[in-house]
C-alpha cells in the first residue's frame, strides 16, 4: 500500500525542538517545512546541520517549500522574483541535506489566475523552469503540489512543460477533497504518471483540516486500489494537524505507534 521506506511526517521547522525526541526513539523521517521567515532569520549552514543530524538518526529527510503569498506565475513580476528567490533558497537547503525531495506548491491562485490561466501558465512555466537553471536546484527532486486548483489540466500542462526526472506531483488528499472539483480518481487518471510525492490527511470536504486518515471524508480506498493497480511506489507524507492525528494515521496504514513517545509532543 505505502512503501514503510518512503514515508515521511510532516512537521514544521518552527517545531523540530518539539518533536526531536519523537524522531530520536521512533526513527521517523520528517518532511520539513520551512517558512519564508525561517529562511530569513536563520542561516542555511546552521538549518543544514540541523537537518543533517535528524537525517542522522531516521536516514531520510524531505523539504517542503515556502508557500505562503507565492506565486510563481504571478502577474507581477516582483512577485514572482520573490518566489524564485525563496524556493531556490530551499532548494539549496534540500542540496546540503541531500534530502529526498522538495515539495513547493504551484501557487494557483483563482482571483489572479482564473480569468487568464493561458496567462498564468506561461509565466509560472517561466519562474520554474529559472528554478531549474540555477545551480543550487542541481540534483533536487521537484514535487509540485496542488491547492486551489479545482481540476488537474494547469498542473498537468504545468509538469509536463518540465523535465519528467526532476519534476514531478505532490498529490494532496486533503486539498482533493474540499477544493478539487473533479473527482480524485480524475486526478490520479490525469497525473498518474508524474506523481511523485503523496501528502496524507483527511478533511469533511468543507476545509482544509489535516485530520487523521479516515477520520474525514476522503476514500483512502480509491487511492491505495489505483496505487496497487498502477504498481505505483511514490513518497508519502502524513500531514497532521497535530501529533494525535499523526498516530491515527499511522495506524490507518498499519504502523503502529507508542503512544508514550508522543508525550509532550
Keep these: 500500500m505505502i512503501d514503510p521506506e518512503r514515508l515521511f511526517v510532516h512537521v514544521p521547522y518552527a517545531l523540530l525542538a518539539q518533536y526531536r525526541h519523537v524522531v ?19 542561516t542555511l549552514e546552521a538549518m543544514a546541520a540541523e537537518l543533517s543530524a535528524l537525517k542522522a ?10 508557500y505562503e503569498d507565492i506565486d510563481p506565475g504571478h502577474p507581477v513580476e516582483d512577485k514572482r522574483e520573490e518566489a524564485l528567490r525563496l524556493l531556490t533558497m530551499a532548494c539549496a537547503l534540500a ?11 504551484t501557487g494557483y491562485d483563482p482571483a489572479q489566475a482564473a480569468s487568464d490561466p493561458a496567462g498564468w501558465l506561461a509565466r509560472s512555466l517561466e519562474t520554474w523552469q529559472a528554478l531549474l537553471a540555477q545551480p543550487a536546484s542541481d540534483g533536487v527532486a521537484l514535487a509540485l503540489e496542488h491547492m486551489l486548483e479545482p481540476e488537474p489540466s494547469l498542473v498537468r500542462a504545468l509538469v509536463e512543460s518540465l523535465p519528467a526526472h526532476r519534476v514531478g506531483v505532490c498529490l ?16 490520479w487518471a490525469a497525473l498518474g504518471d508524474r506523481i511523485a510525492v503523496l501528502h496524507l490527511h483527511d478533511n469533511r470536504g468543507q476545509d482544509d483540516e489535516h485530520l487523521g486518515i479516515g477520520e ?4 483512502f480506498g480509491a487511492l491505495f486500489r489505483w496505487l496497487q493497480r498502477s504498481n505505483s511506489t511514490p513518497f508519502a507524507t502524513i500531514e497532521g494537524r497535530d501529533s494525535q492525528a499523526v498516530v491515527t494515521s499511522l495506524s ?3 504502523y503502529p505507534v507508542d503512544l508514550t513517545l508522543l508525550d509532550g509532543a
Excluded: K, M
Design 172 to 187: 494532496d488528499t486533503g486539498h482533493l477533497n474540499c477544493f478539487a472539483r473533479s473527482s480524485p480518481s480524475a486526478w
Design 24 to 42: 530520536q526513539r521512533a526513527g521517523l523521517p520528517l518532511e520539513v517545512f520551512v517558512e519564508a521567515e525561517n529562511l530569513e532569520v536563520s
Design 57 to 66: 538518526i531516521a536516514g531520510r529527510v524531505a523539504i517542503h517549500a515556502p
Design 95 to 105: 542540496q546540503a541535506t541531500d534530502a529526498s525531495y522538495v515539495v513547493a506548491h
Design 216 to 219: 474525514g471524508t476522503f476514500d
Design 252 to 254: 490507518a496504514l498499519g
